[in-house]
Protein backbone atom coordinates (compact mmCIF):
# COMPACT_ATOMS: atom_id res chain seq x y z
CA UNK A 1 0.00 0.00 0.00
CA UNK A 2 1.36 3.38 -0.76
CA UNK A 3 1.20 5.77 2.30
CA UNK A 4 0.71 9.44 1.87
CA UNK A 5 2.45 12.00 3.52
CA UNK A 6 -0.03 14.32 6.18
CA UNK A 7 0.50 17.89 5.12
CA UNK A 8 1.42 19.95 8.04
CA UNK A 9 -1.48 22.22 9.04
CA UNK A 10 1.06 25.37 10.04
CA UNK A 11 3.15 24.84 6.87
CA UNK A 12 0.02 24.23 4.32
CA UNK A 13 -2.85 26.10 5.45
CA UNK A 14 -3.14 29.88 6.92
CA UNK A 15 -4.41 30.42 10.38
CA UNK A 16 -7.02 32.41 10.13
CA UNK A 17 -5.82 35.07 12.30
CA UNK A 18 -3.24 35.58 9.74
CA UNK A 19 -5.32 35.60 6.81
CA UNK A 20 -5.72 39.60 6.90
CA UNK A 21 -2.52 40.80 6.99
CA UNK A 22 -1.51 38.38 4.01
CA UNK A 23 -3.69 39.71 1.37
CA UNK A 24 -2.84 39.57 -2.10
CA UNK A 25 0.40 38.18 -1.36
CA UNK A 26 0.50 34.38 -2.37
CA UNK A 27 -0.25 31.18 -4.49
CA UNK A 28 -2.31 30.13 -1.86
CA UNK A 29 -5.47 31.80 -2.37
CA UNK A 30 -6.73 34.89 -3.97
CA UNK A 31 -6.83 36.85 -1.13
CA UNK A 32 -4.08 35.48 1.00
CA UNK A 33 -1.12 33.44 1.57
CA UNK A 34 1.14 31.52 3.56
CA UNK A 35 3.06 34.19 5.79
CA UNK A 36 6.62 32.64 5.07
CA UNK A 37 7.87 33.36 1.52
CA UNK A 38 9.31 30.05 1.36
CA UNK A 39 6.78 28.43 -1.40
CA UNK A 40 9.91 27.97 -3.47
CA UNK A 41 13.05 29.51 -3.42
CA UNK A 42 15.77 29.55 -6.14
CA UNK A 43 18.35 27.70 -3.50
CA UNK A 44 15.55 25.05 -2.70
CA UNK A 45 17.18 21.53 -2.29
CA UNK A 46 16.99 19.58 -5.41
CA UNK A 47 17.72 15.79 -3.52
CA UNK A 48 16.41 13.03 -5.85
CA UNK A 49 13.24 11.06 -4.31
CA UNK A 50 13.56 7.79 -4.15
CA UNK A 51 12.05 5.64 -6.47
CA UNK A 52 12.29 6.92 -10.06
CA UNK A 53 15.82 7.72 -11.80
CA UNK A 54 17.10 11.12 -11.76
CA UNK A 55 19.25 12.43 -13.99
CA UNK A 56 20.78 16.21 -13.10
CA UNK A 57 23.04 18.11 -15.03
CA UNK A 58 23.92 21.54 -13.63
CA UNK A 59 22.31 24.06 -15.63
CA UNK A 60 24.59 26.61 -17.30
CA UNK A 61 23.28 30.62 -16.42
CA UNK A 62 21.57 32.26 -18.52
CA UNK A 63 22.96 34.88 -21.03
CA UNK A 64 21.41 37.49 -22.94
CA UNK A 65 19.06 36.51 -25.96
CA UNK A 66 20.21 37.06 -29.30
CA UNK A 67 18.52 39.32 -31.23
CA UNK A 68 16.74 39.03 -34.70
CA UNK A 69 13.33 39.00 -36.83
CA UNK A 70 11.63 36.34 -39.22
CA UNK A 71 10.94 37.77 -42.44
CA UNK A 72 7.62 38.93 -43.40
CA UNK A 73 4.99 36.83 -43.69
CA UNK A 74 7.27 33.76 -43.07
CA UNK A 75 5.88 30.97 -41.35
CA UNK A 76 7.42 29.82 -38.02
CA UNK A 77 9.61 27.00 -38.43
CA UNK A 78 8.47 23.58 -37.05
CA UNK A 79 9.84 23.73 -33.50
CA UNK A 80 9.47 26.94 -32.79
CA UNK A 81 7.74 28.08 -29.43
CA UNK A 82 6.18 30.95 -28.69
CA UNK A 83 5.77 32.00 -24.59
CA UNK A 84 3.37 34.33 -23.21
CA UNK A 85 5.23 37.29 -21.36
CA UNK A 86 3.09 37.75 -18.29
CA UNK A 87 6.13 40.07 -17.45
CA UNK A 88 5.28 42.60 -20.11
CA UNK A 89 2.35 42.69 -22.97
CA UNK A 90 3.99 40.98 -25.56
CA UNK A 91 3.99 37.21 -26.68
CA UNK A 92 7.59 36.23 -27.68
CA UNK A 93 9.13 33.38 -30.14
CA UNK A 94 11.70 31.42 -28.89
CA UNK A 95 14.31 29.45 -31.33
CA UNK A 96 15.11 26.46 -29.09
CA UNK A 97 18.64 26.64 -30.19
CA UNK A 98 19.47 30.56 -29.88
CA UNK A 99 16.47 32.31 -27.28
CA UNK A 100 14.12 34.76 -29.17
CA UNK A 101 13.59 35.85 -32.30
CA UNK A 102 11.23 38.65 -32.06
CA UNK A 103 8.24 39.89 -29.96
CA UNK A 104 4.49 40.94 -30.56
CA UNK A 105 2.55 43.27 -28.12
CA UNK A 106 -0.69 41.59 -27.18
CA UNK A 107 -2.38 43.35 -24.39
CA UNK A 108 -1.65 43.92 -20.63
CA UNK A 109 0.09 40.73 -18.69
CA UNK A 110 -0.77 37.54 -20.97
CA UNK A 111 -1.30 34.31 -19.41
CA UNK A 112 -2.80 31.19 -21.41
CA UNK A 113 -1.87 30.99 -24.95
CA UNK A 114 -3.76 28.27 -27.54
CA UNK A 115 -2.45 27.54 -31.62
CA UNK A 116 -4.91 26.88 -34.10
CA UNK A 117 -4.16 25.42 -37.29
CA UNK A 118 -4.54 27.99 -39.42
CA UNK A 119 -1.58 29.79 -37.31
CA UNK A 120 -3.38 32.59 -35.17
CA UNK A 121 -2.86 32.52 -32.03
CA UNK A 122 -4.94 32.90 -29.16
CA UNK A 123 -3.76 34.97 -26.32
CA UNK A 124 -5.83 35.29 -22.82
CA UNK A 125 -4.55 38.81 -21.41
CA UNK A 126 -5.68 40.86 -19.02
CA UNK A 127 -8.12 43.16 -20.99
CA UNK A 128 -9.12 40.38 -23.69
CA UNK A 129 -8.34 37.62 -25.76
CA UNK A 130 -5.68 38.92 -28.51
CA UNK A 131 -5.49 37.14 -31.84
CA UNK A 132 -2.03 37.22 -33.02
CA UNK A 133 -0.88 36.15 -37.29
CA UNK A 134 2.03 34.11 -36.32
CA UNK A 135 3.18 34.04 -39.53
CA UNK A 136 3.09 38.42 -40.44
CA UNK A 137 4.00 38.62 -36.59
CA UNK A 138 1.30 41.07 -35.80
CA UNK A 139 -1.88 41.44 -33.51
CA UNK A 140 -4.75 40.98 -35.63
CA UNK A 141 -7.61 41.84 -33.09
CA UNK A 142 -8.55 42.33 -28.86
CA UNK A 143 -11.84 40.16 -28.43
CA UNK A 144 -12.97 42.52 -25.34
CA UNK A 145 -14.38 40.27 -22.34
CA UNK A 146 -17.96 40.74 -21.53
CA UNK A 147 -17.43 39.60 -17.58
CA UNK A 148 -16.66 42.66 -15.63
CA UNK A 149 -13.16 41.84 -14.35
CA UNK A 150 -12.80 45.99 -12.83
CA UNK A 151 -9.54 47.74 -13.73
CA UNK A 152 -7.04 46.14 -15.81
CA UNK A 153 -4.03 45.14 -13.49
CA UNK A 154 -0.85 43.10 -13.70
CA UNK A 155 0.57 40.61 -10.91
CA UNK A 156 -0.70 36.73 -9.84
CA UNK A 157 -4.15 38.05 -8.97
CA UNK A 158 -5.13 40.45 -11.83
CA UNK A 159 -8.23 40.17 -13.32
CA UNK A 160 -9.12 38.84 -17.01
CA UNK A 161 -8.36 35.54 -18.70
CA UNK A 162 -6.26 32.88 -17.51
CA UNK A 163 -6.75 28.99 -19.03
CA UNK A 164 -7.39 29.14 -22.65
CA UNK A 165 -8.43 26.46 -25.22
CA UNK A 166 -9.35 26.31 -28.79
CA UNK A 167 -12.22 23.10 -29.80
CA UNK A 168 -11.03 20.70 -32.11
CA UNK A 169 -12.95 22.20 -34.88
CA UNK A 170 -11.25 25.91 -34.68
CA UNK A 171 -14.60 27.09 -34.37
CA UNK A 172 -14.45 28.41 -30.94
CA UNK A 173 -12.41 29.75 -28.27
CA UNK A 174 -12.67 28.94 -24.70
CA UNK A 175 -11.16 31.60 -21.85
CA UNK A 176 -11.57 31.41 -18.04
CA UNK A 177 -11.95 34.80 -16.83
CA UNK A 178 -10.78 36.02 -12.99
CA UNK A 179 -13.18 38.35 -11.66
CA UNK A 180 -10.58 39.16 -8.63
CA UNK A 181 -12.43 38.38 -4.98
CA UNK A 182 -15.71 36.24 -6.26
CA UNK A 183 -16.13 33.50 -8.92
CA UNK A 184 -14.99 33.71 -12.49
CA UNK A 185 -17.01 32.77 -15.92
CA UNK A 186 -15.74 30.95 -19.08
CA UNK A 187 -16.16 32.93 -22.14
CA UNK A 188 -16.59 31.83 -25.62
CA UNK A 189 -15.42 33.22 -28.74
CA UNK A 190 -16.48 33.06 -32.34
CA UNK A 191 -13.45 32.54 -34.31
CA UNK A 192 -14.86 33.97 -37.64
CA UNK A 193 -16.57 37.11 -36.26
CA UNK A 194 -14.29 37.63 -33.44
CA UNK A 195 -16.73 38.43 -30.78
CA UNK A 196 -17.81 36.64 -27.50
CA UNK A 197 -20.75 34.71 -27.86
CA UNK A 198 -21.45 32.87 -24.59
CA UNK A 199 -20.79 33.27 -21.14
CA UNK A 200 -20.75 30.38 -18.61
CA UNK A 201 -20.44 30.63 -14.58
CA UNK A 202 -17.54 28.93 -13.31
CA UNK A 203 -15.25 28.42 -9.93
CA UNK A 204 -13.11 31.09 -8.66
CA UNK A 205 -9.67 31.70 -10.39
CA UNK A 206 -9.77 29.27 -13.41
CA UNK A 207 -5.85 28.48 -13.99
CA UNK A 208 -6.56 26.19 -16.82
CA UNK A 209 -9.04 25.47 -19.45
CA UNK A 210 -9.48 22.18 -21.85
CA UNK A 211 -11.54 20.53 -24.26
CA UNK A 212 -12.39 16.91 -24.76
CA UNK A 213 -10.84 15.28 -27.61
CA UNK A 214 -14.03 15.54 -29.78
CA UNK A 215 -15.12 18.77 -28.45
CA UNK A 216 -18.29 17.83 -26.29
CA UNK A 217 -17.10 19.01 -23.33
CA UNK A 218 -15.24 22.08 -21.80
CA UNK A 219 -13.02 21.76 -18.37
CA UNK A 220 -12.32 25.10 -16.04
CA UNK A 221 -9.98 24.18 -13.61
CA UNK A 222 -10.59 26.38 -10.44
CA UNK A 223 -8.03 26.90 -7.85
CA UNK A 224 -9.72 28.68 -5.46
CA UNK A 225 -13.05 26.62 -5.43
CA UNK A 226 -10.76 22.83 -5.52
CA UNK A 227 -13.01 22.28 -8.50
CA UNK A 228 -13.12 21.58 -12.12
CA UNK A 229 -16.30 22.67 -13.86
CA UNK A 230 -17.48 20.25 -16.58
CA UNK A 231 -19.32 22.57 -19.39
CA UNK A 232 -21.18 20.92 -21.87
CA UNK A 233 -20.34 22.87 -25.14
CA UNK A 234 -23.54 22.34 -26.87
CA UNK A 235 -26.41 23.41 -24.19
CA UNK A 236 -23.43 25.27 -22.10
CA UNK A 237 -24.94 23.46 -18.87
CA UNK A 238 -22.60 22.92 -16.27
CA UNK A 239 -21.88 20.52 -13.75
CA UNK A 240 -18.99 20.79 -10.69
CA UNK A 241 -16.49 18.26 -9.70
CA UNK A 242 -14.64 18.48 -6.27
CA UNK A 243 -11.13 17.87 -6.66
CA UNK A 244 -9.39 18.04 -3.54
CA UNK A 245 -6.92 14.85 -2.86
CA UNK A 246 -6.26 16.60 0.70
CA UNK A 247 -9.68 18.18 1.39
CA UNK A 248 -10.41 21.66 1.62
CA UNK A 249 -9.66 23.17 5.12
CA UNK A 250 -8.04 25.82 5.23
CA UNK A 251 -10.04 27.26 2.35
CA UNK A 252 -8.77 30.29 0.16
CA UNK A 253 -5.62 30.34 2.56
CA UNK A 254 -4.67 26.14 1.55
CA UNK A 255 -1.92 25.58 -0.94
CA UNK A 256 -3.75 22.33 -1.56
CA UNK A 257 -5.57 23.28 -4.71
CA UNK A 258 -5.95 21.85 -8.60
CA UNK A 259 -3.60 24.15 -10.85
CA UNK A 260 -4.01 22.45 -14.19
CA UNK A 261 -5.10 19.61 -15.76
CA UNK A 262 -4.19 17.24 -19.25
CA UNK A 263 -6.67 15.39 -20.59
CA UNK A 264 -5.68 11.92 -20.92
CA UNK A 265 -5.90 10.73 -24.82
CA UNK A 266 -7.04 7.23 -24.14
CA UNK A 267 -10.28 7.84 -22.06
CA UNK A 268 -10.52 11.29 -22.13
CA UNK A 269 -10.48 11.64 -18.36
CA UNK A 270 -8.46 14.11 -16.52
CA UNK A 271 -5.18 14.24 -14.85
CA UNK A 272 -4.40 16.83 -11.97
CA UNK A 273 -0.53 16.25 -9.98
CA UNK A 274 -0.83 17.34 -6.67
CA UNK A 275 2.17 18.25 -4.67
CA UNK A 276 4.42 15.18 -6.24
CA UNK A 277 2.58 13.45 -4.22
CA UNK A 278 -1.08 12.39 -5.64
CA UNK A 279 -2.43 12.39 -9.00
CA UNK A 280 -5.86 13.04 -9.23
CA UNK A 281 -8.15 11.05 -12.10
CA UNK A 282 -11.17 12.40 -12.78
CA UNK A 283 -13.75 10.73 -14.70
CA UNK A 284 -15.75 14.20 -15.96
CA UNK A 285 -18.76 11.65 -16.97
CA UNK A 286 -19.47 10.50 -13.42
CA UNK A 287 -16.98 13.27 -11.22
CA UNK A 288 -15.60 10.11 -9.55
CA UNK A 289 -12.00 10.66 -8.80
CA UNK A 290 -9.32 7.96 -8.08
CA UNK A 291 -5.98 8.96 -6.87
CA UNK A 292 -2.77 7.79 -7.68
CA UNK A 293 0.55 8.21 -5.96
CA UNK A 294 3.46 9.82 -7.09
CA UNK A 295 7.24 10.46 -6.50
CA UNK A 296 8.40 14.07 -6.56
CA UNK A 297 7.48 15.07 -3.44
CA UNK A 298 6.77 19.37 -4.60
CA UNK A 299 4.23 21.93 -5.40
CA UNK A 300 3.29 21.09 -8.73
CA UNK A 301 1.46 23.42 -11.49
CA UNK A 302 1.54 23.15 -14.81
CA UNK A 303 0.14 20.07 -16.75
CA UNK A 304 0.97 18.42 -20.03
CA UNK A 305 0.21 15.20 -21.79
CA UNK A 306 1.76 13.68 -24.96
CA UNK A 307 -0.33 11.54 -27.67
CA UNK A 308 1.09 8.15 -25.90
CA UNK A 309 -0.45 9.10 -22.56
CA UNK A 310 3.00 10.63 -21.17
CA UNK A 311 2.06 12.89 -18.85
CA UNK A 312 4.37 16.07 -17.73
CA UNK A 313 3.87 17.40 -14.29
CA UNK A 314 6.31 21.58 -13.13
CA UNK A 315 7.18 21.31 -9.51
CA UNK A 316 7.17 25.02 -8.46
CA UNK A 317 9.76 24.11 -5.17
CA UNK A 318 8.88 23.28 -1.71
CA UNK A 319 6.10 24.39 0.41
CA UNK A 320 7.51 23.49 3.50
CA UNK A 321 11.08 23.00 2.87
CA UNK A 322 11.89 20.92 6.16
CA UNK A 323 10.03 18.26 3.97
CA UNK A 324 9.13 18.89 0.39
CA UNK A 325 11.64 18.40 -2.40
CA UNK A 326 12.79 21.62 -4.81
CA UNK A 327 11.68 22.35 -8.13
CA UNK A 328 11.25 19.78 -11.24
CA UNK A 329 9.97 18.49 -13.77
CA UNK A 330 8.15 14.84 -13.72
CA UNK A 331 7.44 12.78 -16.67
CA UNK A 332 5.43 9.95 -15.73
CA UNK A 333 4.47 7.26 -18.43
CA UNK A 334 0.68 5.71 -18.96
CA UNK A 335 1.99 2.89 -16.90
CA UNK A 336 3.00 5.50 -13.75
CA UNK A 337 6.45 5.02 -13.83
CA UNK A 338 8.07 8.57 -12.75
CA UNK A 339 11.13 10.49 -13.93
CA UNK A 340 11.90 13.04 -12.04
CA UNK A 341 14.22 15.88 -13.63
CA UNK A 342 15.86 18.91 -11.07
CA UNK A 343 15.25 22.10 -12.23
CA UNK A 344 17.21 25.19 -11.66
CA UNK A 345 14.46 27.25 -9.73
CA UNK A 346 10.57 27.58 -9.90
CA UNK A 347 8.84 27.04 -13.46
CA UNK A 348 4.96 27.62 -14.48
CA UNK A 349 3.84 25.49 -17.75
CA UNK A 350 5.37 22.94 -20.03
CA UNK A 351 5.46 21.75 -23.72
CA UNK A 352 6.83 19.05 -25.28
CA UNK A 353 8.89 19.13 -28.82
CA UNK A 354 6.74 16.98 -31.45
CA UNK A 355 9.02 14.24 -31.62
CA UNK A 356 8.80 13.76 -27.36
CA UNK A 357 12.60 14.30 -26.73
CA UNK A 358 12.19 17.30 -25.26
CA UNK A 359 10.29 19.07 -22.98
CA UNK A 360 10.41 23.18 -22.63
CA UNK A 361 9.87 24.65 -19.20
CA UNK A 362 8.72 28.35 -18.53
CA UNK A 363 10.39 29.99 -15.95
CA UNK A 364 7.93 32.39 -15.28
CA UNK A 365 5.88 30.95 -12.90
CA UNK A 366 2.90 32.97 -10.87
CA UNK A 367 4.80 33.74 -7.53
CA UNK A 368 7.95 35.27 -6.47
CA UNK A 369 11.01 33.67 -8.07
CA UNK A 370 9.97 33.49 -11.59
CA UNK A 371 12.88 34.35 -14.34
CA UNK A 372 12.94 35.67 -17.69
CA UNK A 373 13.62 32.17 -19.88
CA UNK A 374 12.71 28.45 -19.95
CA UNK A 375 14.68 25.36 -19.01
CA UNK A 376 15.13 23.04 -22.04
CA UNK A 377 15.09 19.58 -20.97
CA UNK A 378 16.81 16.48 -22.59
CA UNK A 379 14.51 13.90 -21.73
CA UNK A 380 16.95 11.56 -23.00
CA UNK A 381 20.44 12.46 -21.53
CA UNK A 382 18.47 14.37 -18.86
CA UNK A 383 20.66 17.75 -19.56
CA UNK A 384 18.65 20.96 -18.42
CA UNK A 385 19.82 23.95 -20.00
CA UNK A 386 18.15 27.47 -19.32
CA UNK A 387 17.38 29.45 -21.96
CA UNK A 388 16.48 33.32 -22.02
CA UNK A 389 13.57 34.41 -23.48
CA UNK A 390 10.68 36.19 -22.63
CA UNK A 391 9.17 38.35 -19.58
CA UNK A 392 8.19 36.18 -17.12
CA UNK A 393 6.76 33.90 -19.54
CA UNK A 394 4.04 31.17 -18.28
CA UNK A 395 1.95 29.76 -21.36
CA UNK A 396 4.42 28.27 -23.95
CA UNK A 397 3.05 26.34 -27.83
CA UNK A 398 5.24 24.22 -30.26
CA UNK A 399 5.07 24.83 -33.89
Known amino acids: MTKFRRPSRTARVLLPAAVAVVLL ?4 GADEAPAAPTAAPASAPTAAPTGPTVTVTPPPSAGPAPSGTAPAEAKPAAGTLLVSDFGSDTVTFVDPARGATGSVQVGTAPYGLALGKDGRAWVATAEGVAVVDTAARKRLALVPYRTDTGPVTTGEYRGGGMGIALSPDGKRVYVGVNVPGGNGTLEVVDTASLEVVDVVDVGRRPFDVDVSRDGSAVYATNHDSFDVTVVDADSLATRRVEVAPYGTEGGLGSWLKPHYTAVR ?35 QHGAAVTPDGTLFAVGTGPIDPSEDRGPSLTVRSPEGVERVYPLDGPHEDVAVSKDGRTAYVTGGF ?3 GYW ?13 KRLAAGSRPLGVVVF
Open 25 to 28: SGCA
Open 265 to 299: PSDGKLLLPFEGERLAVVDPATGRVHIEPMTANTH
Open 366 to 368: TRD
Open 372 to 384: DGLSVVDLGSGEV
